[in-house]
């Protein structure tokens, strides 16, 4: 089954605790996002990665970090987090073949910094 | 910079009556594309439905279909026959052409009453 999957779903941590949220497609797609969600505020991109060692900024990468060493994960890591980072995180990937560019996204995960 | 603006943050229809979205973005772009994304309670992003600017003809998802208005930067989401499962935040969203940077609107809250 295609499927972008996250661990943990739910995560509560405190301030200062270095953590990574893991995200792995099955579905060989080269582009792969992390977004937060907040009430009021939609989904907002914090970084994406067109492909492998290839990764770029999105509107709120402050606080986070990325890597794509290989095409199937794209780990976000939290190395200081802090209380405003809590929120829903989702993973999302697309594939470029034929312009179908369809962004499937991960079940999500909701992180409480304490 | 590229917006995506839902002025509705919240909406009501009666079960099988027709309701209409709406959405408008800015950008100087002339090749992105549009989608609408659904959210039901389970928190799981679903594509409702995706729009090329190239193409002048509105897309249609069964009982979902968009009025795209080129000119006037909108992009509204017509859902008929609405049924209970179509409660769910609505989110809007704009993306360029060959670039997977997605941009999110805040959401509109979807309520179907019985």
């Known amino acids: 089954e295609a499927q972008v999957t996250q661990n943990p779903r739910y995560l509560i941590t405190v301030t200062g605790k270095k953590l990574t949220v893991t995200c792995s497609q099955n579905m060989n797609h080269e582009y792969m996002s992390w977004y937060r969600q907040d009430p009021g505020l939609g989904l907002r991109q914090i970084y994406y990665s067109m492909n492998v060692e290839v990764t770029d900024k999105g509107d709120v990468p402050e606080g986070y970090k990325v890597s794509r060493k290989e095409k199937r994960n794209f780990p976000l890591i939290l190395e200081s987090p802090s209380p405003n980072q809590t929120s829903l995180y989702f993973c999302?990937?697309?594939?470029?073949?034929?312009?179908?560019?369809?962004?499937?996204f991960g079940p999500g995960t909701r992180l409480t910094v304490l | 910079a590229q917006t995506v603006t839902q002025s509705q943050p919240e909406m009501s229809v009666q079960e099988a009556e027709t309701v209409t979205l709406s959405c408008t973005y800015d950008?100087?772009?002339?090749?992105?594309?549009l989608f609408w994304y659904k959210q039901p309670p389970s928190r799981q992003m679903i594509l409702v439905i995706r729009q090329e600017a190239y193409k002048q003809q509105n897309a249609t998802e069964n009982r979902f279909s968009v009025n795209f208005q080129k000119a006037a930067k909108s992009f509204s989401l017509k859902i008929s026959d609405s049924q209970l499962g179509d409660a769910a935040m609505y989110f809007c969203?704009?993306?360029?052409?060959?670039?997977?940077?997605?941009?999110f609107g805040k959401g509109t809250r979807l309520h179907i009453l019985p």
């Open positions: 950008t100087s772009e002339s090749d992105y594309y």
């Open positions: 999302a990937s697309s594939s470029k073949e034929g312009y179908t560019d369809t962004q499937y």
């Open positions: 969203a704009y993306r360029k052409g060959r670039d997977d940077k997605i941009i």
